[in-house]
């Protein structure tokens, strides 16, 4: 899989080369490419917002500067025929989901815009959503205000690439996890010691039984619900 993001601060994205996302990319199960909007901006401040048109406060981020870095990430992707799954970041997108991150998982390009102002010209996901190299979506990560994308793009980015094989250790930690199909949410979890600070790990987790355990966790799951 490969992921672009397209940004006005490409220093945000280095948390990506940590973890297990920095191991996927050295290992080659993702491919993740920074793409500085400035670059593609003229003029000695390399600006790219401009006032809203209709008045109001703050600015609006040019579509011909967006669609000269997006077309460019398009023109030199290695493989010219896969498909762009355009993620427009902004509050007003879909609430992104467990859901949504199992079918992006599925993508062979994911292109984050993570905007800044008051956000993109509104032409931009208009303008890709008539190209057949695109598909366009519009996420938000939550019913509130960030300042930019960016943190948005690497909440979606580890959401995505932890479902992708290889990624995680043991992959069958995905089985039992919170917001999976099953739709219940993990039961709590414990290691050593025994008792900490007073407090017991339930009994039957000690008990060997599998059985009991198994049923403890599903009631401890339905009663997190
Ligand atoms: N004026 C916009 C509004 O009220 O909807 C908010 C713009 S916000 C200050 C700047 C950028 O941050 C947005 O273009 C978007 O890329 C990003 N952003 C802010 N909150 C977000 C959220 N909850 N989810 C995803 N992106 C967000």
Redesign the pocket.
């Known amino acids: 899989m490969k992921i672009t993001a397209i940004t006005i601060f490409p220093e945000y994205f280095t948390p990506l080369s940590l973890s297990l996302i920095g191991k996927a990319v050295s290992e080659g199960i993702i491919e993740i490419a920074i793409s500085n909007l400035r670059d593609f901006a003229s003029g000695n401040h390399k600006s790219v917002d401009d006032t809203p048109y209709g008045g109001g406060a703050?600015m609006v981020m040019r579509p011909d500067i967006w669609a000269d870095a997006i077309d460019a990430i398009s023109d030199s992707d290695a493989d010219p025929n896969r498909i762009i799954d355009l993620i427009i970041?902004?509050?007003?997108?879909k609430r992104f989901s467990q859901e949504d991150a199992k079918a992006l998982s599925q993508s062979e390009h994911l292109l984050f815009a993570?905007?800044?102002?008051?956000?993109?010209d509104a032409r931009v996901g208009e303008h890709y959503k008539s190209q057949p190299r695109f598909r366009v979506h519009y996420?938000?990560?939550?019913?509130?205000?960030?300042?930019?994308?960016e943190v948005?793009a690497i909440v979606m980015i580890e959401a995505i690439v932890r479902l992708l094989p290889g990624v995680l250790g043991n992959p069958d930690s995905l089985l039992e996890e919170s917001h999976n199909e099953i739709g219940l949410l993990e039961y709590p979890v414990y290691t050593k010691p025994p008792i900490w600070r007073g407090l017991e790990v339930p009994a039957v987790l000690l008990s060997g039984n599998h059985g009991e355990i198994a049923r403890w966790r599903q009631i401890s799951s339905k009663l997190r619900d």
């Open positions: 703050g970041l902004t509050p007003a997108g993570a905007g800044r102002y008051e956000g993109i996420f938000s990560i939550g019913d509130y205000v960030l300042n930019g994308g948005a």
